[in-house]
C-alpha cells in the first residue's frame, strides 16, 4: 500500500472514532491495570466483544494524552504487508501529528512480524497498547508473543457492579425499595449476562448467535485449521449450556464422534478464545491440578434459554458461573488461584488459594431455605475446611445473610449481591 493511501485510511478511522461520547461510557475496574507510565506494551486480552478496544480508547482519551490509534481489522488493511508497518505508523503520524507519545494498534495481528515491529517501538520508547483477538492470533496468545515486554489486562463482560451501573441502580440500598430493585438487578444480570453489547440488542439471541458463530467458525476453525467445523460448533454450543460441569474428554468425544484427542484439544482452543473457563481441581500436589478441569462460560449470555431457565436449579448454575467470573476478575490479577476441590462424599465449588496458601473456601446455593440443601452446603464446607486446613468460610446464597456456627467452624453466608458489590 502507498503512504497516501493509509493516510486515508488512518484519517477515516480517526473521524469515526470520536463519533462516540466515550465520557458516558461505564467505567470498568480494569482501567486501574492499565498504566500510563510503562515501558512495556499494555496488552489488553478477552472474548470478542468484551470492550476491549473501547477500554483502550476510553482510557486514553480520559487521561487527555496525545495518542494514535489504528485498527487493523479493516478490509482496507487485510493486505498490509511487514513492509508497509513504517508506512503505517508514519501514516499515524501524519493524522495525528509527529509528536504523538501513545500509540493503539487494534486487532494488529493481522499484519505479519508485529512482535517484532511492537519491540521497536519499544525500544524507542513509546508507550503502546495492544488488543486481539480473531482468526490469526487469539487474545490469549497475545501474551506468548510478548513475553516479558507486555502488562496483560485480562477483560471480562461487565461485572454485576458494572451492569448496576449501566443500569442506574441504586448499589448502597437502604430502603426495601432499593433492595428489592437490587434483588430483581441481580435476576436481571443472570438472566442477560455482561456482554456490552446485548444491552442494547433488541434481538439478544441472534447477536450471540451470530458472535458464537464468528468465535467458532472463523476465530477457532481458521486459527487451527480445523476441517469439523461442525462438530466443532455442537460441542462449543454443548459446553456453553452445559457449564460448571467437569470435562471429561471421553463422554464429550462419544457425544460428537471426536476421539478422546481431538475432544481435549477442541476444548484446549475454546479456552484460548476465552469462550470457556478451564478451574482445575485442587490438590496440594502441584502435578495433579492440571486434571480433571471444570468448565465454565466466560458470560451466561452465551448459553441457550430453555424452558425452566428460571427454576431454582438453573438460577443456582448461573449464580455459581457469576461467582466463578468475578473470582477470576478479582483475584487472577493479584497472583491467586481459582480451583475447585471434590472429595469422594462431598465438592467445595472454589478454593481461592495464593502459592501454596489456601486463603478460602466458597461455596454458592441460590437458596438454602430447604432443611436438606442447607445441611449439604455447610457439611460440605465443614469438610473441606477440615481436609484442606483452611478456616476462611463463606456460603453465597441469593438473599440469606447469617453467621453460623458448625462442627467448630464458623461460616459467613452472604447475599450474592452483597459479594458481587464489595
Known amino acids: 500500500m502507498t503512504l497516501e493511501e493509509l493516510v486515508v485510511v488512518v484519517a477515516e478511522q480517526k473521524e469515526t472514532l470520536f463519533e462516540d461520547n466515550y465520557s458516558s461510557y461505564c467505567a470498568r475496574h480494569e482501567e486501574a491495570h492499565l498504566s500510563l507510565d510503562s515501558h512495556l506494551a499494555q496488552v489488553v486480552i478477552g472474548v ?16 487527555q494524552v496525545h495518542a494514535a490509534y489504528v485498527n487493523l481489522d479493516d478490509e482496507r488493511l487485510s493486505n498490509l504487508r511487514t513492509e508497509d508497518l513504517n508506512l503505517l505508523l508514519e501514516a499515524m503520524y501524519v493524522v495525528y501529528g509527529s509528536d504523538v507519545e501513545y500509540l493503539f494498534f487494534d486487532e494488529l495481528q493481522n499484519a505479519d512480524a508485529w512482535p ?50 449501566i443500569k442506574q441502580v441504586e448499589t448502597q440500598a437502604l430502603t426495601t425499595r432499593q433492595k428489592a430493585e437490587l434483588i430483581e438487578t441481580l435476576h436481571n444480570y443472570l438472566e442477560q449476562g455482561g456482554m456490552p453489547e446485548v444491552l442494547n440488542e433488541s434481538d439478544r439471541r441472534a447477536y450471540i448467535a451470530s458472535l458464537l458463530n464468528t468465535i467458532v467458525r472463523i476465530d477457532i476453525a481458521k486459527r ?9 460448533y455442537k460441542m462449543a454450543v454443548y459446553m456453553c449450556d452445559n457449564y460448571g460441569q467437569e470435562f471429561v474428554p471421553q463422554k464429550i468425544a462419544e457425544l460428537f464422534g471426536l476421539s478422546s484427542k481431538t475432544a481435549t484439544a477442541y476444548f484446549s482452543y475454546l479456552k484460548e478464545a476465552f469462550l470457556l473457563i478451564g478451574i482445575p481441581k485442587f490438590s496440594f500436589k502441584s502435578h495433579e491440578r492440571i486434571r480433571n478441569e471444570k468448565s465454565y462460560v466466560v458470560d451466561v449470555a452465551f448459553a441457550e434459554e430453555h424452558n425452566g431457565s428460571f427454576s431454582l436449579e438453573n438460577l443456582g448454575w448461573k449464580l455459581e458461573n457469576a461467582v466463578c467470573i468475578e473470582l477470576l476478575r478479582r483475584y487472577k490479577r493479584i497472583g491467586r488461584e481459582v480451583f475447585y476441590y471434590r472429595d469422594k462424599s462431598f465438592e467445595c465449588d472454589f478454593v481461592v488459594t495464593h502459592g501454596s496458601h489456601v486463603e478460602q473456601l466458597i461455596q454458592v446455593s441460590y437458596d438454602i ?54
Not at 469438610?383 to 453467621?403: G, P, R, S, V
Open 116 to 165: 517484532l515491529f511492537i519491540n521497536r517501538l519499544l525500544r524507542s520508547h513509546k508507550h503502546v497498547f495492544l488488543t486481539g483477538s480473531n482468526a490469526k492470533l487469539l487474545s490469549n496468545e497475545l501474551m506468548t508473543h510478548m513475553t516479558g515486554r507486555h502488562n496483560a489486562v485480562s477483560l471480562f463482560p461487565f461485572s454485576f457492579s458494572e451492569y448496576c451501573q
Open 224 to 232: 487451527f485449521r480445523i476441517r469439523n467445523t461442525d462438530a466443532l
Open 48 to 63: 470478542r466483544r468484551s470492550g476491549k478496544s473501547t477500554l483502550c480508547v476510553k482510557y486514553l482519551m480520559e487521561h
Open 369 to 422: 431455605s430447604s432443611p436438606k440443601t442447607r445441611k449439604r452446603e455447610l457439611t460440605s464446607l465443614v469438610k473441606a475446611a477440615k481436609k484442606i486446613n483452611c478456616h476462611n468460610l463463606l456460603l453465597l446464597t441469593f438473599d440469606t445473610k447469617e453467621q453460623v456456627e458448625m462442627d467448630g467452624e464458623t461460616i459467613n453466608i452472604i447475599p450474592a449481591n452483597e459479594w458481587m458489590l464489595q
